[in-house]
Structure formats: C-alpha cells, structure tokens
C-alpha cells in the first residue's frame, strides 16, 4: 500500500508538471509568425521554459556530485606508443629517457593512472623513495574507485617503503593492498569516461553528452 | 778607402738594421698567426643561450583550432601560402591544415621535417594523415624561439652553417660586398686602387676597398676605428688567415660575424640572427627579394635600417639586384618581380623573441639557481621551458582587453590600472603563460613575479581546510555576529563583513562561498593562528608569516606567483608542486645537461582537500563568483577564490578547471584604493581567459573516506533526495550531521529498504 501510495505520488506529481508546463508555454507563446505556425525560435524559447520548470522540480545540484571513480579511457594512439617506447627504455634500463618519454604521456594524459605507475618505478629504480612514495600516492588519487589499480598502487607503495626500510610502513600499505577487494564489473558500471587528452572534454564534445550521466553517477551506484 | 770603409760600415748597419727588422716582422707574424688560429679555432663567439617554448604536440584527440594553430604558426614565423612545397609554409583552412614542418633535434629523438595535413572538427584534431605513409599519431612541432641570455656586449646571435645559406645569397652577398672573393688571397689590388681614387677624389678616407676577408679581420679580431695603422695590419692578417683556411671556412665566419642591426641593447650579428629580427624566418626559408635586403645591409645596418629607413633600404635592395642581373646571375623576370616585391620585414612587435619578458624572467630566476651568468650567455645553451604561446596569447588579450574596458567604465578613478597574471596546468605543475604587466613587451618590473600584494580573501580557503581536519564539517553552524579583539600593541581589530551586514548563524561552506568575514575570523581566531599558519605552509607558501589575526582575512602580501603554488596544491588533490618553468638544458648540440622533473610531494589529505574543492566549486557556482557562469557553459565546472584587500587596493582571483589554473591580480603600482572588488576586475580577467580555453572540467573522484549526503539548505539538517532543497554536500566518514529533517525523517520512514531499491531502479 505504501509502495502504491509512493508510486501513484511520484507520478501524479510529474504528470501536474508537464501539464503545466505544456500549458504555461502554449499560453506565453502565441506563435510569433503570421500564418500561426510555430517558428524554431518559438519553440526554442518553449523548451528553455520547460527545462526550467523541470529543473526547479528536482533538486538541481549547486555543485555537481564527483563521480565515484574517472576512468581513462585507453583507446588513444600516442598515449600507447609513447607508453612502449617508454617500456623499451626502462627494459634498457635507461630511465632517464624512460622518465623524458613518461612526462610527455602525462602531458597529454595527466589523469591516466598507469603513466604514475611506470614513472613510480622509474624513481623507485633511482632509489629516490620519497619521490617515488609520492608520485605512486598520486596514482592512488587518480584512480579512486578502480580496485585492480588501486591494489598494484598500494602493493608498490609498500614494496617503496620496504625498500627503504620502513617496514613498518610498508605493512600498513600491503594491509590497505589486502582490504581491496577486486571487483571489475562495479568499475565498469560507476566509471566516468574520459577520453585521453584535454580536448575530448571541450565546450562542444560536453555540451553534447548527457547531463544526468556526467555528474548524477552516485545514484546508481 | 776610407769612404769605401764608410760605405761598408753603412751597408753592414743597413744589412743588420734590415734583418733587425725583418726578424721583428717575422716575430710580428708569427705572434700574428698564432693569435689569428688560436682565435679562429677556438670558440670564437660567445653564444647565448636561446630559450624555446614547449613544442606543439598534434595527436588525434589533441585540444586544437584552426585559430590556435594558427597563432602557432605564426610564432614559428611560418608562411601561409596557396601551395604548400617546402619547409615552414603551411595552409590553413576551416577543416584541414597542411602544414611543412621544418624538424627539429629533440633530445629524446628527432622530429624529421615532412609535409603533413592535420584534419580538426571544432577544437579537436581529428587526423593526421602524410602523403606517403599511413596515418600518424603524433608529431611534435619545432618550439618557438623565445629569447636569449646575452653576454655583457649584448651580441646576439644565431650560429648558422654555410650550407643553411641559399647559394642565391651568396651570390648577392659576394656581388656587392666582395666581386673577387674567390679569385684573391685576402687582399684585393684592384679593390684598394679603386677605393684610394675614390678617396683621393673626395679628398678624404671613404672608401675602404676591403674584401670580406678583411671585413672578417676588422670585427674580429680589430676595433671600428678607421686609421691607417689598422689598415696597416688588417692586411698581413687577411694574408694569414687566406693561408691557413678555406674560403668556405672564412665565408661561414663571416657570415655569423656580421653586425646587422640593433634592438635596444641588444646587438643583431650574423645573417641568422638577421633573418629571424627582419623577417621572422630562417635564412634558408626567405626569397630572393629578402635576400638581396640582408646582403645591403652589411654596408649600414643603421643607414639602412629597412624599419625606420624603408626608401633608402629599399633603393639599397634594388642595387644589389642589379648587380645580380648584370652579372646575369638572375634573369630579368627574376629581376622585375625582386624589384617590386615590398620589403616584407615584419612589425618587431609580432616577432617570437622579446616577446615573453615575464616569462624569460622567471626562467632566468630559476636557472640562476644552477648556472652562472657566464655560462648562460656564452655557451649556447638551449633551454627547453614551458610556456605555451597560444595559451599566453589569450591570457594576455583577456587581461589587457579587461583592464581597458575597466577604465572605460569607471574612468579617471583608474586610470593606469595595472595587472599580473599567471597561468599553470594543475595537473603537472608547468608554468604556461606569465603576465608582468599591462605592456607585456615591456621588460620592467614584473607584477606576476614581484609584486607583494594582501591576498584578500584568497586566503580563506587555508582557514577552512584547517577547519575540516579539526574535525568541522560542511554544515558546522559559525557565528557571524561582529567582534573586537584586543590587540597587545593597545589597538582593537574590528573585522567587519564586506556588505556591512552580519548575520546569527551561517552554515560553514556558505561562508566560505560567500566570503563572510566574520565568521572567517572567529572561525581562525578559535582554530589557532599557528594551525592556519600551517596549514598555509603545507599548501606552498614559503615565506614567513607573521600570527596576527588579519592575517586571516588576507592581510598578508604575497606574489601571484604565490598565490598560484597555493591553489596548484589544492587542485591537485593536497600534492604540492614545485612550480615549473622549465623542462631541460642542453649544450649547444642537444646533449642533456639537466632536468626539471615532476616532483610532488602530499601534504594535504585527499579527503579534506575534497570537501575544500566542493568549497571553490559552490564559490563559483552560486557564491561570490558566481558570475563566471553567465559565460562559461555550465557543464565545465571551475573553482575558485575572490580576493579583495583593505579599502580594495587589490582586486584578486585564483581559480582552476581540470586542466588550466590562473591566478589573476589588479591594482594600481601606488596602491592606491579602487573601485573594483576581486568579482568585479580580476574575475573578469579570468573569466575572459577561461572561457577562450579549450577546458576540461574539473573533476576529483569521490575520495575512500569521503561521502555524499543529502542535506536540506536551511537547516543542514539530514534531509532526501526527493525533498524540497535538498542538496547533496560531500562529509568525512563517520562525520555527518545526525539531526533529520521533517521530510528526511518522513522518507527515511516511507522506504522499505528493499522497495526503495526498486523504486530507484524504475526512476533511473
């Protein structure tokens, strides 16, 4: 009874709206055109009002929810070339170039988790733990949400500290690697796609995806 | 016999007063030659360092107008033109763009020149696509050239190789300067008896007759003066130096030798240098018109200055094109269409080099920590930065189109409005684009780096984020009712809130995006001064700051600069971030000398810092800069900080999106108040910048610790998703709110859980 109750509500409150809605435009809007066909510009400004009705309806966020987890996208060619001859310079051993090939990737892809992880190992290599500690905890921040890589992260963040001797430490992170249960569907489901590279979220490319999916994402989750 | 004596005597004192002499002459020479190797082998310029902005990386996917492009191009000093056959042309149009590259030796591998054709729909490329082999994914462009570290002389110059010379060049050069250059050994006879007739008729010393080989010796290795002793000497060591190398070798010294002009202090030397100061292009690259120009001009780079004296350079020109044709080294078609062509020597504003003062300041200021000025501008060291011309360019329109319209509107109140700028990627750390002032060609004192400004209200976040890790959360209710405090010195500090109202109870993330003063201060003052202070240091700021209570509503000065290396680290997530303007050195052959790697390092927690980001973001979409959105589409989300100090002597704003942070500072040189606020300039400022980015949004991911909740506006009590004002606000776990409102407690009780498992999913 409740759930009927609920239900019958919820949709007897959207039909009210849309009516009107639908009612509040064909009022305002007496076509604008002599023979009292509607002009495009007529119904532009019918769909502006309609948005808005719909829009004070639900709680429009002030701030859009972050999504649970961002996802890179892997389908761009100069980010997978780059990362290969970064992968033959490290087989050589050659870190230094290793490291020159792995910031031109980030620059191109900054928020790609597996360009930290090979720079991470890259300065782990060097023996600079610090650095490497670090910039294996920004991979960490960058992949929120993403068991698998969260999991390699925290693994190698306790080999760093391992290594440098902070057993301790290393402890702490193997216990955080062990917590995270790898589940790869949920990923799937929650993730925000963005593609490589900055230009793929322009003004024209967003504008054109749909809203509700960009930032409402917490409620499926 | 005695006469006979005496005539041997004198005959004997000749003979020794002769070897005497030859034996000093000989000494003469040989010391001569030996100076003239030694320098001639050696290093024998010292060669400045030249600064590059970062290379154009073009792959499918990259962010990328034609505009853009464009204003690349143009940089790089390319010519548009219909057919696209050689290196450094390119055709632009609407859908595709073809370009000729001219390749460059990067240190990690080499950018070959090739003719490629770069397809783009609206700010994306798309494709690109070369005519012999498949599609590419990526190419870097050449960098742009952005300056020198000059040597105390100020000689610049860009070393060329002979073979970069066009031989129609040489023969222009060689034409008018020198005709027998290859016939003579160092001197010409016919030369010097032409030029003393023509001294003898005119009854002073006006011509010199000089071969190029003696104009070499002459800046070379001699000072300008005109004397006969010089001349005395300039011809034995042109005889030497003939001896020794080739003419190729000589013609090449030469070549880089040359002065050519003069900018300010800095000294024009080479045809290199020359190409690029007079027409924006390598020498290798310019047409028979330019050529014949830069061959006049050895005779008087200032007499014939084509900038400031275009008839005279232009007759000059023409000169040396008749030469050509008379030695029928060009033919008459050649010859008319040279003769007529304009001058085509660029404005000096639009050239690529002296064009970014600010910037070449701060990558100086950085170098200086790892090289001495000796080695700077001597070595020719190549210096690999990260400004980003395109970027630069739009900054630069928005902030100076801004400070204009400002003046517009509130006129002789003002007048003289002076502004700095800097932008950086937030995700990497690389500084992009420096403004120093209002004329950003002009290389005087540079606000972005040097001026020490109260920040204002840009220095709330730090009071807020040290609130959150003690424990308050996003609806923690503060007190904004006015106070004093009692200063040890005797005076009283009276805060006061910038509309002159206060209010009972605010609602923490209200005042933070409303920039509520007096619930900031008692909010500091029952946090510890010391903690913000903190808080402020783990964010990036360096310098030391002083616990007093205004420091927490910004009286504290601090450069853009500053102010950008604190909110790096908040849109980064809490990992601070050296600033960097550069990104390697090399020697003069590309070898890696040192290296500016990405370095960070945590000092904030990425679950604090999350809520500290919801902060800035509600700042501009519904607080004090809210009005970003009346032009940014609403889909790019942005955050950021209004700042303005005592009296608005400053107008401030410090705001990022997910792949762009500019800070942006307006203010009069003598402080003077003005009647703007951090909204009303330099959020416009930043605004106009933005908006003309190619952006991504920000976006953080929820971090573990953190999460969302429904929370009714008024009240900040727990509230539903389907209840009135409800909105949704991110707390640490296990710190949310326990009190529900009406219609939360109403909800929570309609739903079964199950049910609502359902319901959500019909919803959804």
Known sequence: MTLLNTLYWHQARRLTCLTLILLVSACVFKPSSPNGLATPADIAKAKLIAGLAEQAQINKPIVPVSPATIEVDLQNDAVTILLDSAKAALLQGDLKSAQTILQRVQRIAPRDPNIYYKLASTHLDMKDYKLAENVALKGVSLAQGQDFQLRKFWLMIADIRMQSGDIIAAEKAEHTASQILISPVKTIHLAYRIPHGYGTLTKSRHASLPKQRSFDLRLYA | ?764
């Open chain 2, 1 to 764: 016999m005695k006469y006979l004596y005496a005539q041997f005597q004198s005959l004997k004192f000749a003979t020794k007063l002769s070897l005497a002499f030859l034996l000093l002459v000989s000494l003469g020479l040989i010391y001569t030659d030996y100076h003239i190797r030694q320098q001639f082998e050696g290093k024998r310029w010292a060669v400045p360092a030249k600064v590059y902005a970062r290379p154009l990386e073009l792959y499918v996917g990259s962010p990328l107008s034609s505009n853009d492009l464009k204003v690349e191009l143009t940089r790089l000093g390319y010519q548009f033109v219909p057919k696209v056959v050689k290196p450094g042309q390119a055709n632009i149009s609407k859908t595709k763009t073809i370009i000729y590259t001219r390749g460059f030796k990067f240190t990690d591998s080499l950018e070959k020149a090739q003719r490629i054709t770069i397809h783009y729909s609206g700010n994306q490329l798309t494709k690109i696509t070369q005519s012999q082999s498949e599609d590419l994914s990526l190419i870097r462009l050449e960098p742009v050239l952005i300056g020198g570290i000059y040597p105390l002389n100020n000689e610049d110059r860009e070393l060329i190789q002979l073979n970069e010379a066009p031989d129609a060049f040489i023969q222009a050069l060689i034409a008018i300067e020198d005709r027998g250059f290859y016939e003579h050994n160092g001197i010409s006879l016919r030369g010097i008896s032409r030029a003393m007739l023509a001294n003898l008729k005119a009854g002073r010393f006006i011509q010199g007759g000089s071969t190029l080989t003696q104009q070499l010796i002459k800046n070379f290795y001699l000072t300008s003066e005109r004397t006969l002793a010089r001349k005395l000497l300039e011809i034995p060591m042109a005889l030497l130096l003939e001896s020794h190398y080739s003419k190729a070798d000589i013609l090449e010294a030469y070549l880089n030798e040359v002065y050519l002009g003069q900018e300010g202090a800095r000294a024009i030397h080479g045809f290199g240098l020359a190409a690029q100061y007079y027409f924006a292009q390598p020498l290798s690259e310019l047409k028979l018109p330019h050529l014949a120009l830069l061959a006049g001009l050895v005779k008087g780079p200032s007499y014939y200055d084509p900038r400031r004296q275009p008839k005279r350079a232009e007759k000059r020109r023409n000169l040396v094109l008749k030469v050509l044709y008379e030695q029928d080294a060009i033919d008459i078609f050649q010859y008319d269409s040279a003769r007529l062509a304009p001058l085509g020597v660029v404005q000096q504003t639009s050239l690529s080099k002296g064009a970014y003062p600010a910037y070449l300041d701060l990558v100086r200021r950085q170098l200086r920590q790892d090289y001495p000025d000796e080695e700077l501008s001597s070595e020719g060291l190549r210096i690999f930065t990260n400004l980003n011309p395109i970027a630069q360019n739009k900054a630069e329109t928005a902030l100076t189109k801004t400070i204009s319209s400002l003046e517009k509107t509130h006129g002789k109140s003002i007048k003289g409005l002076q502004g700095g700028m800097i932008v950086t990627d937030p995700q990497t750390g690389e500084v992009i684009a420096v403004i120093g002032g209002r004329q950003t060609r002009y290389r005087g004192f540079n606000r972005a780096l040097d001026t020490q400004r109260p920040i204002g209200s840009l220095v709330k976040p730090a009071v807020y984020l040290t609130a959150i890790e003690q424990g308050y959360n996003l609806v923690t209710e503060l007190d904004d009712s006015p106070f004093e405090l009692d200063m040890p010195n005797g005076t009283t500090w009276q805060p006061e809130n910038f509309d002159l109202k206060s209010r009972d109870y605010v609602q923490l993330h209200q005042a933070l995006a409303h920039s509520y003063n007096l619930s900031t201060a008692r909010l500091g003052m029952s946090l510890g001064l010391d903690n913000v202070i903190d808080t402020l240091k783990r964010l990036g700021v360096e310098r030391p700051l002083a616990p007093y209570p205004s420091l927490l509503l910004g009286a504290q000065g601090l450069s853009p600069l500053e102010v950008a290396k604190m909110y790096q680290t908040m849109a980064s997530n809490g990992f601070q971030m050296p600033l960097r303007a550069i990104r390697r050195v090399t020697d003069s052959t590309g070898d890696e000398l040192s290296r500016y790697p990405f370095e960070l390092e945590q000092t904030i927690d990425n679950n604090s810092i999350h809520l500290l980001q919801y902060m800035l973001q509600e700042t501009t979409r519904a607080g004090t800069a809210r009005s970003i959105y009346d032009s940014m589409p609403e889909d790019i989300n942005v955050a950021g900080k209004t700042g303005t100090s005592d009296l608005q002597r400053d107008s401030w704003f410090a705001g990022f999106a997910g792949n762009r942070l500019a800070v942006v500072w307006l203010g009069q040189d003598n402080n003077m108040p003005l009647p703007i606020t951090g909204s009303s300039g330099a959020l416009r400022a930043w605004t106009s910048y933005m908006v003309n980015e190619t952006l991504e949004p920000f976006i953080a991911a929820t971090p573990e610790d953190v999460e969302y909740l429904w929370i009714d506006q008024q009240t900040g009590m727990l509230s539903d998703k389907g209840c009135f004002g409800a909105q949704q606000l991110p707390f640490l776990s296990g710190n949310s709110p326990t009190e529900r409102s009406e219609c939360g407690i109403r909800k929570k009780n309609d739903a079964m859980p199950a049910v609502d498992r359902w319901i959500n999913r019909l919803f959804e």
